[in-house]
C-alpha cells in the first residue's frame, strides 16, 4: 500500500483520507511508537472534514495504546511545534482543494522519514494490531495556540529590527494562518492589515494555493495602499508567498536567497550549511556562497532527510527550505510559514524596505515546461537522460541524484525530472536566455520520450 506522497498522506476525503484509513493510520501509528513516545498530540486545519478524521485518527491512536492531546485547530507549524519531545498528527490537505483533507505524521519537531511511513504503511495494509483493551490510551484537551505564536515572536525578535509601526499586508486565505501570523506580527509591533483572516474550510475567498493567479486581491491591495509588502499563506500555513510593494510577488527563490543569505551571515559555524532542493535557483548558491557558507540539496519534500543528512556528515545546517517552504531549523525542524513571516518582516525593517534586501540577488530568467510521458517509461527516459543531457551540454557540472541538473559556467542551471503525480518529465531552468535553454532540453527529453 503506497499511502505516502511528498508532504504525508493526502486525497479526497470521501474516497480516499476516510476515516476508515485514519482509523488504520491511527492504529498503526500507536502500535509502532516505542514505549517511550506515548503521547500524541492531534490538530487539525480548518477543513470541514477534519472533525471527523481528527476523532477517527484519535479512536486508532488510543486503540494502539497512545494517550491523545487534542490541540485543536491549529496551523501545521503550531502542531509541529507542539510534537517536540513526543508525537504529532495533523490533519490537513495543505494547499489542496477543500474536498481533500490528509495525514502528516511528526516525531520530536520533523515530519516522518521515509523509513518510517513506509513502517507505518506496511502496518496500515495488514490487521489492525490494538492494544489489550486495558491499555487503550485516554484523551485530553490542550492548548497549543498561544505557546506557539509566542515563542516565535520571541524567536523573531533575534533577527532584524523592530516593526514600529510598518503596515503590513496579510492574506490568510480563510486557513489556519488566521490564528497566527497576523497576531505574531502585531506582537512585534506592525501595522497588520488582513485579508480572507477567517477560518473557512470551504476557502470563500479564494483558492487554499497561493499563485499570482489566486492572490490578485493582495496585489492589487498592495500596489494601490502603503503596505510595505504582503504576505500571502496557504490552507495551513507552512507555505507563505511574498508581495512587493508593487503589489508583484516576489520570485519563491529569491525569497530563500534572502533568508538563506541572512542566516548563514548570523551563523557562527565555520561551515554553515543550506538545504534546499533540486529546482532551486543558482541564486541561492551564490548569495550562500557569498556568506560564507555551502548549499546541499536533497528531494522535493524531503528537507526534514536533507537536515538529518548534512548534519551527520559533519555539517551545521543554518536554514533549509525548498519553494515557499523554509525551516528556521536554529527555532525548530519543520516548515513554518509564520516565522518565515515574522522574520522576513523584521529583516524588512533593518534594511529599510524588501528592495534594499532584493537588490544583492541575481534574478534570471525562470522557467518550468512540463513534457509529456506515461509514468511506465520514467525509469526508462530517466535513465537515458542520464547520460544524453551531458553529452548535449558537455561545459556543464551534472548532479543525477534528484533527476538530472546541470550547472554551467555561467550560473545558468537547467534540472530535468520526473513529476511525482502527473505524466510528466518536467524541465525547470535559469538562464539569461531560458527560452534558448528550455528549447535545447525539452528536445533532448522529447527524444528521449520518444525512444522509450
Known amino acids: 500500500m503506497d499511502l505516502f506522497g511528498t508532504a504525508g498522506i ?16 491511527g492504529a498503526a501509528a500507536g502500535a509502532d511508537a516505542s514505549d517511550d513516545d506515548e503521547e500524541f498530540v492531534v490538530a487539525r486545519d480548518g477543513r470541514e472534514t477534519g472533525s471527523a478524521l481528527a476523532a477517527a485518527m484519535s479512536a486508532g491512536l488510543q486503540s494502539g495504546g497512545m494517550r491523545v492531546l487534542d490541540a485543536g485547530v491549529l496551523p501545521t507549524p503550531a502542531l509541529a511545534y507542539a510534537s517536540r519531545g513526543r508525537r504529532g498528527v495533523q490533519l490537513t490537505a495543505s494547499h489542496n482543494p477543500p474536498e481533500d483533507n490528509g495525514i502528516k505524521l511528526f516525531v520530536d519537531g520533523s515530519e516522518y522519514d521515509r523509513e518510517q511511513e513506509r513502517a507505518i504503511e506496511e502496518r496500515a495494509d495488514g490487521d489492525p494490531e490494538y492494544a489489550s483493551w486495558d491499555d487503550w490510551g485516554d484523551t485530553e484537551s490542550i492548548d497549543v495556540l498561544s505557546d506557539y505564536r509566542e515563542a516565535v515572536a520571541e524567536y523573531a525578535g533575534e533577527h532584524g529590527a523592530p516593526l514600529d509601526g510598518l503596515t503590513v499586508a496579510v492574506d490568510c486565505g480563510n486557513g489556519v494562518a488566521s490564528l497566527a501570523t497576523p497576531q505574531v506580527l502585531r506582537e512585534l509591533g506592525a501595522h497588520v492589515v488582513t485579508l480572507n483572516a477567517n477560518v473557512d474550510g470551504h476557502f470563500p475567498g479564494r483558492p487554499s494555493k497561493p499563485t499570482p493567479e489566486t492572490i490578485g486581491d493582495l496585489m492589487a491591495f498592495v500596489a494601490a495602499g502603503d503596505a510595505a509588502f504582503g504576505i500571502a499563506h496557504d490552507g495551513d500555513a507552512d507555505r507563505i508567498v511574498v508581495v512587493d510593494g508593487d503589489g508583484e510577488v ?15 551571515r548570523d551563523s557562527e559555524s ?21 556568506a560564507g557558507g555551502r548549499v546541499e540539496r536533497v528531494r522535493l519534500g524531503a528537507l526534514h532527510e536533507g537536515i538529518a543528512a548534512a548534519e551527520a556528515g559533519g555539517g551545521d545546517v543554518a536554514f533549509a527550505a525548498e519553494p515557499w517552504k523554509h525551516v528556521h531549523t536554529a527555532f525548530g525542524g519543520w516548515i513554518d510559514g509564520v516565522t518565515s513571516a515574522a522574520v522576513l518582516s523584521r529583516l524588512v525593517a533593518d534594511a529599510d524596505g524588501l528592495a ?6 541575481t534574478e534570471r530568467p525562470y522557467r518550468k515546461v512540463s513534457v509529456d510521458c506515461p509514468d511506465a517509461a520514467k525509469a526508462t527516459v530517466m535513465e537515458q537522460l542520464g547520460g544524453d543531457l551531458p553529452a548535449a551540454f558537455p561545459d556543464a557540472d551534472v548532479d543525477t541524484e534528484y533527476g538530472v541538473r546541470l550547472e554551467f559556467p555561467d550560473a545558468s542551471w537547467t534540472l530535468v525530472r520526473p513529476s511525482g503525480t502527473e505524466p510528466y518529465v ?12 528550455v528549447d535545447e532540453v525539452a528536445d533532448v527529453v522529447e527524444a528521449a520520450v520518444d525512444g522509450a
Do not use: M, Q
Not at 493526502?10 to 484509513?21: F, I, M, N, W, Y
Not at 534594499?356 to 540577488?361: D, F, K, S, T, Y
Not at 539569461?432 to 535553454?437: E, G, H, I, S, T
Open 10 to 25: 493526502r486525497g479526497s476525503a470521501a474516497a480516499d483520507v476516510t476515516p476508515e484509513l485514519a482509523v488504520a493510520v
Open 250 to 264: 516576489v520570485h519563491e527563490d529569491t525569497v530563500v536567497a534572502i533568508l538563506a543569505e541572512h542566516y548563514t
Open 356 to 361: 534594499a534586501l532584493r537588490e544583492p540577488v
Open 426 to 437: 518536467r524541465v525547470y531552468a535559469e538562464s539569461d536566455d531560458v527560452d534558448a535553454l
Open 270 to 290: 565555520d561551515d554553515p550549511v543550506v538545504v534546499t532542493t533540486p529546482n532551486a535557483s543558482a541564486r541561492i548558491d551564490e548569495r550562500v556562497a557569498d
